[in-house]
């Protein structure tokens, strides 16, 4: 099970060049804006899209007929993928980390150019993307990495057809029916703590999910 997290590791040697352009890029922007949001979120964002990535590898290269061949389970190999997608949010929060310090030592912005609410924002953000891997991951297992991004668009389609019925004709998201600004206030005080709550339990769901799609799957 340690060699398939090392395989997936692999993949991010022929990117660096691809990650140091975006860190140089994001970087150069941030200065110009005098808000160093983007350079420390950027790349740790892009390296948490690695883990879809190595799914289409995978395909790309039809990995898993010979994985399936050693000896290992199925089970083990979905747990292999979700161990590599929890080191790399810890591994994209520790850039970002990086990051945030050298800025803060070299360039020395100020307070509304840098602090440490910008820390927070990125935690957000990889609960969020570890949202979407949650989503993304059993729909793959099910029907692979090409297909998946038809079912995705379907759902995200049905979703905003009942999203405008619902504002149209029962006028849901009328601000006497709906109070968004406490919502908006709950969001900025317990934003982290729901986003956790709800990132555990959607990674329990899609855990329990891929090891059914992926032992009733050919191939």
């Known amino acids: 099970m340690k060699g398939l997290i090392i ?54 290269f039809n990995t898993d007929s010979y994985t399936l061949s050693f000896p290992l389970s199925r089970k083990q190999i979905i747990t292999a993928r979700f161990l590599y997608t929890f080191i790399m949010i810890i591994v994209a929060f520790f850039v970002g980390l990086v990051i945030y310090y050298l800025i803060h030592f070299i360039i020395r912005p100020n307070h509304n150019g840098l602090n440490t609410d910008m820390l927070k924002y990125l935690i957000m953000m990889e609960g969020t993307s570890l949202l979407v891997d949650s989503i993304f991951y059993p729909i793959i297992y099910k029907v692979g990495c090409e297909k998946s991004r038809l079912v995705l668009l379907s759902i995200v ?6 999203g405008s019925i619902l504002s149209v004709y029962i006028n849901v ?12 206030n709950f969001i900025q005080k317990n934003g982290v703590m729901v986003l956790g709550i709800l990132v555990t339990v959607a990674t329990i ?3 329990i999910l891929s090891n059914i799609f992926y032992n009733k799957r050919d191939f």
Request: with cysteine; aromatic share 14%; net charge negative.
């Open 7 to 60: 395989k997936d590791f692999l993949y991010l040697k022929n990117t660096w060049k691809n990650l140091i352009v975006i860190f140089i890029g994001s970087l150069l922007i941030s200065i110009a804006l005098g808000n160093y949001l983007l350079v420390i979120c950027a790349l740790p964002l892009i390296l948490l899209t690695s883990t879809i990535n190595t799914f289409q590898t995978d395909e790309f």
């Open 157 to 162: 389609m049905l979703l905003l057809g009942l």
């Open 173 to 184: 998201f009328n601000k006497d029916f709906i109070d968004f600004v406490a919502i908006v």
């Open 205 to 207: 769901i899609s855990y």
